[in-house]
């Protein structure tokens, strides 16, 4: 079974479309996030999320949103779409909520904005 | 200055070769230090993790910390053609995570 898995696998859309990437985790991890990986593989977090608590990186516009309807869902929705949203989407977990660990990711969405 | 700073190579060895990757930082807050390896058009997959200085063996690879240097690195013993891939460090505190740019490393038959 897959621990983290993420759909769609690809998309490709217009600029100012709206579009959602779907993620789950069957780890029973506490913890979720949301990467950005752009074309040159730098990976930069944009979301992590507890059932507590929601970071967002201050750099990420408000176009972004992570919405999480359970413990084992994180999905990000993204309003607006622009050619710079292009990149590889990755979505992660880690079992602990208190501090920082080992994070499991799941295959990526490739996101292509045109 | 990038929180972490990683060599992107391309690093090519023969196989049978041991490799070292290599990574700095320069926030001294980070308690957590994980290297990844990521295939091409996969996501990334968890190898090492550890918590303070000092080393840390799994099979073929082994983790170094040295935190009064700011330094972290992997080595990789014996290294084989499915060893080939990108190569990520990463550190964290609390909720914050910073990824190296990734070190592509070919093993060659």
């Known amino acids: 079974d897959t621990a983290v898995s993420q759909t769609p696998k690809y998309l490709v859309t217009q600029m100012g479309n709206d579009k959602s990437i779907k993620c789950e985790q069957n780890?029973?991890?506490?913890?979720m996030y949301w990467y950005k990986q752009d074309s040159k593989k730098f990976l930069k977090i944009m979301f992590s999320?507890?059932?507590?608590?929601?970071?967002i990186n201050e750099t990420v516009p408000n176009r972004f949103s992570p919405k999480s309807p359970d413990k084992a869902h994180l999905n990000l929705h993204i309003n607006s779409l622009e050619l710079g949203d292009s990149a590889v989407y990755f979505c992660?977990?880690?079992?602990?909520?208190?501090?920082?660990?080992?994070?499991?990711f799941g295959p990526g969405t490739r996101l292509t904005v045109t | 200055q990038k929180e972490v700073e990683q060599d992107p190579g391309p690093l090519s060895v023969p196989e049978g070769a041991i490799v070292s990757l290599n990574c700095t930082y320069s926030?001294?807050?980070?308690?957590?230090f994980m290297w990844y390896r990521q295939y091409s058009r996969k996501g990334p997959e968890l190898l090492m993790y550890?918590?303070?200085?000092g080393n840390k063996e799994d099979g073929r690879f082994t983790a170094q910390v040295d935190k009064s240097s700011k330094y972290i690195s992997l080595f990789i013993r014996d290294s084989q053609p499915s060893d080939s891939a990108t190569y990520l460090c990463?550190?964290?505190?609390?909720?914050?995570?910073?990824f190296g740019t990734g070190t592509s490393l070919t093993v060659i038959p």
């Open positions: 780890l029973g991890h506490d913890t």
């Open positions: 992660a977990s880690s079992p602990h909520s208190g501090g920082a660990d080992e994070q499991y």
């Open positions: 999320y507890n059932n507590k608590e929601l970071i």
């Open positions: 926030n001294s807050a980070f308690q957590y």
């Open positions: 990463a550190m964290s505190e609390s909720y914050q995570f910073y």
């Open positions: 550890t918590y303070s200085s």
